[in-house]
């Protein structure tokens, strides 16, 4: 059963430092990040694969579809599928191949395009624009154990 836990993102740093907590936390399965177009949702996964160990620029997927990544020997998948027209194109570049890596790390943003071609989420993450659009919220589903540990490290 997932359970909700709702962050105030009142800056740049307090994203960063959230994606830094989810790294400590979760290195494996799959994340969806969910928000309009400019609510962070790029700007989050950059922080979480710096956080995980990735040196360098963090490219946006949103022409090739996915990004691969190889991080101290762990492999992490950044889909964005805001430009997909149809969830089968995931099945025709093959994306089951992708999904057979071995303790991998998925995140996609726009995962309501990929319909029943992506695997359903272990983590879920919805970036809400604030009113002025200077601040984000956060709403974080995921199981007890993880918010709790999420909520520990977000509180120091």
């Known amino acids: 059963m997932c359970n909700t836990l709702t962050l105030s993102l009142d800056s740049e740093i307090a994203t960063q430092h959230f994606a830094k907590a989810v790294?400590?936390?979760?290195?494996?399965?799959?994340?969806?990040?969910?928000?309009?177009?400019?609510?962070?949702?790029?700007?989050?996964?950059?922080?979480?694969?710096?956080?995980?160990?990735?040196?360098?620029?963090?490219?946006?997927?949103?022409?090739?579809?996915?990004?691969?990544?190889?991080?101290?020997?762990?492999?992490?998948?950044?889909?964005?599928?805001?430009?997909?027209?149809?969830?089968?194109?995931?099945?025709?570049?093959?994306?089951?191949?992708y999904l057979e890596t071995p303790d991998a790390l998925f995140l996609f943003e726009w995962p309501s395009q990929g319909g029943s071609e992506i695997p359903q989420p272990d983590l879920t993450i919805e970036i809400l624009k604030t009113e002025d659009e200077m601040q984000r919220q956060a709403v974080i589903l995921a199981n007890q154990s993880l918010l709790e540990q999420l909520k520990g490290d977000l509180s120091e």
């Open 23 to 97: 790294a400590r936390h979760f290195s494996q399965g799959v994340i969806y990040l969910i928000g309009d177009l400019g609510a962070g949702k790029t700007t989050f996964s950059r922080y979480l694969l710096q956080a995980l160990g990735h040196k360098g620029a963090v490219k946006s997927p949103t022409y090739t579809l996915v990004e691969p990544y190889n991080i101290v020997g762990k492999t992490i998948y950044h889909f964005d599928l805001y430009r997909l027209n149809d969830p089968y194109e995931l099945e025709l570049m093959g994306i089951r191949d």
